[in-house]
């Protein structure tokens, strides 16, 4: 008796400490897991919503409880869960693919159960109801949600495991990522041979799928041909052209035979059974016309080809039109990559990422997603070359896989010749004339390269037929649907649109003579966040009707931020670039929130006494005085709302030297006063509230993501700890100012 009140005891001491118990033997014994962790799922869930443990949004704690609940073997109310969570995600069953495999592991064990059948035989069954079920356009969407990796799922529930070995306890978040390696590992190298084989052979009864090599200016491609059996007479293209080689060529293909259209899907150099040399960005503009040319001429072509794609896919878009084929009438480049603008430079400053991306695309013939989604392994890499104070030269020397072409890259830190090369530059955009659609997002991290093309087309070319769609999606939204969350925040509702349906709407329009998709009533067209509505305007400035300066003045010291100072002062800062082990400092917006600005100076608004519907991007002038030859300013604008919480409006990171001319480099002339324009921050169209705050940080790019700018005036890839000399000291002029862009009805 004393014994088990012993035990109860220790049982809840380990709840009060949100820690549960879990035999030690379970980590090698797997007849003891099984048996275990359904049990350790029942005491993770009723956590989940703890004040400690919550998600940020319902979404989030929906996906953990709804695979708790498998993990618990309580199946049927994980289907519910499932439900909830997907109509969470994406409005109008935009997200009805979503974790489709768990869906139908659950459901087969129900069948199984209910039915006194083998797994196999319930699968079969669930998987047919399912697919006939499914609305036509989530189809295309069946092959990637189902792909799972078996081999990496074993890999991450193995090193779960490994982490628990001689212990009898487990902690909250370590139970609920072993809960959930362990279900995906359970469902994956449960479903997916008999799922994906099912799959082939419902879609080979739909779908005639053709993949051929092409010779391309002496060098291979591989194309991937899919059209929906039903269509037999010739019809529109839809061409994509794309560096991620895999299942997604398929997905590409499918999409576009499922409005009806015949999809295309082309690989570039190097991809797929493509022996030839994969440099990136380089042949586009001259591959794609032929492929073009060669598309356009097919028997189940009449001989009209439209594109379309995202990221590195819009950025193709880009590079076929700077010579554009007759066959080709119209291209879609949604959240286009600006290459040399705004990747694999923001702005002229080179990031981190893009030996991770180089690496991605190039270890293989398709596409490295275990190493590129590998981010303790990135993180690690980058933090390496940080605490290191080696050149940026060495990032891929330390990553342990030297590249040629990140060397390449970085020899070019200018828009130069190399860059101007791949897209069109300049009067290049006065000689394309087809219709032209463009989407992106204010959480879009190419936004800055789809606006590049857009405004140089407007700018170059008076009477370009160019179209923008612009809203509250991030990189993956503004190239599919719209989420119901991003970045934690709910978007309004009438911004949750079907990209795909908006795209193909424009295809139908332009390719097949249908009307005109209802949202383009005019060239520019925004969401208002907060307001549930879509603005149209003529051009860009027509976004917003005044500006608001904001000084960098301190408010305690003036009657406003907002009016220009009467007498001239400066604050100063200091950046000591030798210090790399420096604790991060935070500016405390309330008991709720606070915000990171270890390199940074805050300067704070007064409360807005009315609404305010900000609208466009940042601008304005940095008068500085600085110890160095250059460096590279960060600035971030933020809405501090009534409840406390802090909400990111806009960001914009320039080198100071290009800050006048992204073509040249313009030193700064040490300790003299000088000017730094603001050009190239991002779009964000949404209305503050009366009572709310603005603030803004203004500072000095000191970070892993980036390169370092010592301010020696040397090629900053070359630079390394040594020149960093005597810290850096930023006089910050008070009559500098950030204009932010203001609509009024």
Known sequence: MKFKILLALIFVNLLQAQKFYFPKTAVTDSVILEKQIPELALQVIPHLQSPKYKPENTVDLMDNLFRLQMVAQDYKNSLISLSENRNLFA???????????????????????????????????????????????????????????????????????????????????????????????????????????????????????????????GNTLTITIVR????????????????????????????????????????????????????????ESQDIYEVIDWVSKQPWCNGKVGMIGGSYLGFSQWAAVKKVHPALKTIVPQVAVGIGIDYPAQNNIFMSYMLQWIQYVTNNKLTDEVDFNDFPKWNFINTEWYKSGKAFRSLDTISGKPSKIFQRWLDHPGYDQYWQKMVPYKEDFSNINIPILTTTGYYDDDQIGALYYFKQHHLYNKNADHYLVMGPYNHGGAQSFGFTYVNGNPIDPVARISIDDLAFSWFDYILKGAKKPEILKDRINFQ?????????????????????????????????????????????????????????????????????????????SEVLDKDMIISGNLSGIFNVSINKKDFDTD???????????????????????????????????????????????????????????????????????????????????????????????????????VEIPVYKE
């Open 635 to 737: 600035t971030s604008l933020y809405e501090i709302r009534q409840n406390g919480k802090s909400f990111l409006l806009s960001t914009h990171m320039v080198r100071a030297s290009y800050a006048k001319n992204n073509e040249v480099r313009q030193l700064l002339e040490p300790n003299k006063l000088e000017q730094i324009p603001i050009n190239n921050s991002f779009f964000m169209s949404k209305k503050i509230e009366k009572g709310s705050k603005l603030l803004l940080l203004i500072g000095v790019n000191k970070s892993p993501n980036w390169q370092i700018n010592y301010g020696t005036g040397k090629d900053v890839s070359d630079e390394t700890i040594k020149d960093s000399g005597e810290p850096m000291e930023i006089k910050w002029y008070n009559d500098s100012y």
């Open 91 to 217: 409005d109008n069953n935009m997200g009805g693919y979503r974790f489709i495999g768990f869906e139908l592991y659950s459901l087969a064990k129900i069948i199984q159960k209910e039915n006194n059948t083998s797994f196999s035989s319930a699968l079969q069954k669930v998987f047919n109801q399912k697919y006939e079920s499914l609305p036509e356009k989530l189809i295309p969407r069946l092959g990637l949600a189902l792909d799972g990796n078996v081999k990496e799922a074993r890999k991450q529930l193995k090193n779960v495991l490994d982490k628990q070995k001689a212990k009898d306890s487990i902690d909250y978040r370590t139970a609920l990522a072993l809960c959930k390696n362990y279900l995906t590992y359970k469902t994956y190298s449960g479903i997916k041979p008999q799922v994906m084989q099912l799959l082939a052979s419902k879609d080979r009864e739909r779908f005639i799928t053709e993949t051929k090599n092409l010779k391309i200016n």
């Open 528 to 604: 208002v966040m907060n307001t549930n509505t879509w603005k149209h305007v003529a051009d860009l400035d027509k976004m917003h009707t005044s500006t608001l300066k904001f000084y960098l003045q301190d408010k305690k010291n003036a009657s406003s931020v907002f009016n220009k100072p009467e007498t001239k002062s400066f604050t100063t800062q200091v950046v000591d670039f030798k210090n790399r082990d420096q604790k991060d400092i935070y500016y405390k917006v309330s008991k709720k929130d606070s915000i990171k600005t270890t390199t940074s100076i805050a300067f704070e």
């Open 228 to 283: 929906k059996k039903d269509n037999t007479s010739p019809l529109p293209v839809i061409l994509t052209n794309n560096i991620y080689a895999g299942p997604i060529d398929e997905f590409f293909g499918k999409r576009a035979a499922t409005y009806n259209y015949v999809g295309a899907v082309v690989n570039t150099r190097g991809k797929r059974n493509s022996n030839d040399v994969n440099n990136p960005f380089e042949h």
